[in-house]
């Protein structure tokens, strides 16, 4: 059989093969019918048929966009047209299962200054939730789009799964073929994965506002679309008498566990909330990852999930100036360093994962940055399943796609040699329709030559992209006979080797070189005319010079070339500057301090109980509890000795009020209940506030909700155990709590004249829904039981209630499961919500800032509430202008448990001296005055029985102090929690320099630096630089509430934080 020249048969087959890519099956043919062969045999190639398999000198087969056969040194059928690929690699065509082919992505509505919107938009049985698109099936709405697909195909891709990424559950996702065509022949699965994520996209409804927000809705949803396939078809007989709505939300949510879903958290943080949350359904869910998961790796091993991740690795920070050094953080540096081996450390953690287009902005950068990631440790075979069988799992389609064998379909990429190293894609096939990126066979002659013409020893220097040729010629290095040492000489030497001349390149063609050059200004008058072919590392053929006569030329490789080029194909593996803790960032530690064996000698111990303030006293802690208090104690065998001659010891320092530590939004204020939303599902444990926190000798803190609405969001007791993650935060023996509030914040006095629409406006309107909750909670618990008491016969007709976690948190209130702790000020408020506690038969755990509570302090003591306030803050609005700097002192003499608080990332630093100003204000007892800070919020959280005090058997949660603690040159020297050892001043002092020398050679190899294509000035390809200014520098206070979905989104954060609503 004759061999067809490569570009008419390129021509040829785009013909043949595109029309069987668009046939239409079910249409009528109008004309003639096509009877094009399809069948092609590609030969001589390397095939990598899957990762880890490969056929040398194969032979594969493609007919009618199938693979028909593959095999080592195979017979060409008579009827196929051939295509030798000789020197060239075969790998499966790569799949995208994270993409917004066709679809898009909407982006964050801008409401900033707009009514809120409350109610969703409802039609065609959607979901009540704006921000849910589930009902959405994306393959109704795909039709091929060549100019976005070009971006991928010139990459390799061949396939995508896509949908458009919008709102929180953004629809099913389609999976289909690049290739030209009519939708219907593109399809490779109808119905994919689900796609979701937290951000609730283009969605203006209020809710949700927050984190916490949408992962309540997701919770809820969930569970709703279990109940709808029970309930749906059926009536509602216990409150409403109807029949149950149709949702076609809920209905395509109920096919969740077959289908699947893929997740983008936006931020590797957020990967163990969505996966803790998931879990509960026990759904098989794909996670897109960030780029930062090397440094959580722990966590994320444990959510034992496959992870699509994108390649959109950090730019060089700009660390050129002073002042931009002093703006680029540690952290910044460290993920600068570190970010391209995140895939070569999922695979060393056995992780398996995907590679997507999604997130990098610049398409062409794709490639380079996955040679740069098997530079840093990524094996080829990971990248190429990464690429391949990986995506192909995921997207649904492994029977179809991501490997090369018979029946499959022909997506093939045929590159120039090893992909992973050196080699450049040439074509791709798509369903066997090819797309020319560049021609096949191109010889590359670019490379530094020497040769001599007419005597004169010149230097070619050649340079080469595909088939164009630019270079130059210039005059060789002097030899050693014609060169001195005298200045003249080397003048004269300088300027010869400075004298080039550029080369007109005439073409590159079938092995052969044309190109001119006018070599006067060498010391050869005229222009020259070369004809030159390769032959292995020379460069063969005849020049023309001006009198036409033809000279035989050979130009030979340059050995600093050729050692060059050896020295270029094994690069130096990586080496790293940075250190690797968790977090990832300034002063964290490289891994959990261990429990210690202590024995703290001769020190003034402040018990908080009543043995009182000790005096040259001894204090043993083993296995994180404390063993024993008192004087002249023994050590045991194997102790570790601390002096505490001249140094105060205290039980840790508690928290009842703060923020710290929270994520993406401290409230959800667009509703005025929201018992559903929990700041456990938020915590972050990579918060710099913890470490100077514990710098304070602040041990344990209540993370509560904000104070935008009556009833809020959960808490959440932690312990600072720095460098632990979001669950080992948590003080698990804590019981559950719940924030209130009252006051202008939740009537929205100073919201705006926009915000006017939402119930309650009014104090009586605040104890008003307040009642309701609590009824509409006590009728929904009965519904469950009146449920239980029907007939088998009529709860066939019956819809099961309901599961509504904001009602279920409810009921955990008037079941005493749950405490609630409200802000407060005004005096007749807290005389509201206390008789709402008692006529439902519960109590106000804790009153929170509580200006006026000396006022009602009689009452607070017979209802059993505690009271933790600010220690001398007033008239900052009009509710607190009656605050007394006296009331902490007024109010435990009525027999009240007092605490001060911070409510601040400030103050939980400075609890001890807050503590210390009630001696002075109203002449507290020292040991009362210490004991607002710790025995007495303890008493308020309920976990009394754990710390709070110095007392045997109780967590070895203490501080020491190098003076009083009530003084305000008083310092924490060390910090300890359950036993270990969280601050040491010594050892931040010595961390200090460390960090200063860490970053210091950070930015010396920034400074040096010099990748191409590099932007000095830009943080990260995507986004990073919002993710490391959340993460850093965000301190929330009660009255922070916006919606941070549209925050995340706006270009101005400026602007966006002027719209922060609500006085504190």
Known sequence: MNKLSQSAFAALLTGLVSQSVSADQTGHVY??????????????????????????????????????????????????????????????????????????????????????????????????NDAIHAEVDWVDQFKADNKAAKDYIHNGFTAVQTAKLDGIFQGQGVTVSLADGIPNDLVYRAHARHFASFNKGSSTQSYPSSLMGSIALIRQTLSDAKWYQSAKGKTDRLITNEPVE???????????????????PEDSLDTPRADQLFDQYRLDVVYVADGQEYARMNDIKQVAATFVVPFNFPEKPDVTSFEAQLDTS????????????????????????????????????????????????????AALAALTTTPARIAGVADQSGKIAPGMFADLVISDGNLFQDGTIKSVYLMGQEQNIKPLNITQVAGDYTLNLKGTALTLQLTQE?????????????????????????????????????????GLSDNQLQFSADLSDLGLPGAYRFTLRKDKGQLLGQVTAPDLARLDIVANKSADANAKANQESTPEAPTYLSELTYPNRAFAPKGAPAQQRVHIKNATIWTSDKQGVLTNADMIIRDGKIREVGQNLKTPSGYT??????????????????????????????????????????????????????????????????????????????????????????????????????????????????????????????ETIVRDAFLRAREYKQSFERYDDLSRSVRKTTAPPRRNFRLDTLNEILDQQRFVHSHSYVASEILSLMK?????????????????????????????????????????????????????????????????????????????????????????????????????????????????????????D???????????????????????????????????????????????????????????????????????????????????????????????????????????
């Not at 570190?338 to 590679?355: G, S, V, Y």
């Open 466 to 506: 595909d088939a164009k040729v630019s270079g130059k010629l210039s005059l060789s290095q002097a030899t050693p006979e014609t060169t001195d040492s005298t200045a003249e000489t080397d003048s004269e030497e300088k300027s010869e080797k400075a004298k080039t001349v550029a080369i007109k390149s005439h």
């Open 31 to 128: 004309g003639l019918h096509d009877r094009s062969l399809n069948k092609v045999a590609f030969t001589n190639a390397t095939v990598y048929t899957e990762p880890g398999k490969k056929i040398e000198r194969a032979t594969l087969i493609i007919d009618n966009g199938r693979i028909e056969s593959i095999e080592r040194g195979g017979k060409v059928p008579q009827d196929a047209k051939i295509i030798d690929l000789t020197g060239h690699t075969v790998y499966p065509g790569f799949i995208d299962p994270y993409s917004d082919y066709v679809f898009g992505s909407a982006q964050s509505a801008f409401r900033w200054g707009e009514p809120p919107q409350y109610e969703g938009k409802r039609s065609g049985g959607n979901a009540w």
């Open 641 to 766: 000795v601390i002096d505490g001659t001249n140094k105060h010891v205290t039980a840790g320092i508690i928290d009842e009020h703060s923020h710290i530590a929270i994520s993406k939004g401290v409230n959800e204020g667009s509703d005025a209940i929201t018992a559903e939303v929990r700041i456990g599902d938020v915590l972050n444990p990579e918060d710099i506030n913890i470490y100077r926190a514990l710098a304070g000798g602040t041990t344990t803190a209540q993370l509560l909700h904000g104070s935008a609405n009556p009833i809020g969001g959960q808490a959440q007791v932690i312990k600072l155990r720095w460098g632990e993650n979001a669950n080992g935060l948590k003080f698990t023996q804590a019981p559950a709590s719940i924030k209130f509030a009252l006051g202008e914040n939740v009537k929205q006095s100073n919201w705006g004249d926009k915000f006017t629409i939402r119930y309650p406006q009014t104090r009586m309107g605040v």
């Open 246 to 264: 149709y949702n076609a939300a809920l209905e395509q949510l109920s096919e969740l566990e077959r289908s699947g879903v893929i997740f983008n």
């Open 330 to 381: 540690l952290a910044e540096l460290r993920h600068w360093e570190r970010a391209p081996a995140n895939p070569a450390i999922l695979e060393d953690n056995k992780i398996p994962f995907a590679f997507t287009h999604f997130g990098l902005k610049k398409k062409n950068q794709f490639w380079k940055n996955v040679k740069t990631a098997v530079k840093h440790g990524l094996s080829e075979q």
């Open 958 to 1064: 203490f501080v020491i102090w190098n003076d009083n603690p009530l003084s305000i040159y008083a310092k924490v020297l060390q910090t300890w929690v359950d036993g270990r050892r969280y601050f040491d001043r010594e050892q931040d002092e010595a961390m200090r320099i460390a960090l200063a020398q860490e970053k210091s050679r950070l930015i010396q190899k920034a400074l040096g630096v010099t990748e191409s294509g590099s932007d000095a000035t830009q943080v990260s390809d995507a986004a990073t630089s919002n993710r490391f200014l959340l993460k850093d520098n965000t301190v929330w206070h009660c009255e922070d509430n916006f919606d941070f979905w549209q925050w995340q989104a706006s270009e101005n954060h400026t602007a966006a934080a002027a719209g922060h609503q609500g006085a504190h």
């Open 836 to 956: 709402i506690a008692e006529d439902f038969n519960f109590k106000i755990q804790t009153f929170t800032h509580i200006l006026e509570g000396y006022k009602v302090a009689d009452e607070m003591a017979k209802h059993g509430a505690s009271a933790s306030t600010f220690a001398d803050w007033w008239a900052y609005k009009f509710e607190v202008y009656d605050a007394i700097p006296g009331n902490t002192c007024l109010m435990m003499k009525n027999g009240v448990n007092v605490s001060v608080n911070s409510d601040s990332g400030d103050l939980i630093r400075r609890l001890n001296t807050e503590a210390a100003k009630s001696i002075n204000y109203c002449d507290m007892k020292p040991e009362d005055a210490i004991k607002m800070v710790t025995i007495n919020p303890a008493k308020q959280l309920k976990v009394d029985k754990f710390t709070g005090s110095l007392v045997a058997g109780k967590d070895a």
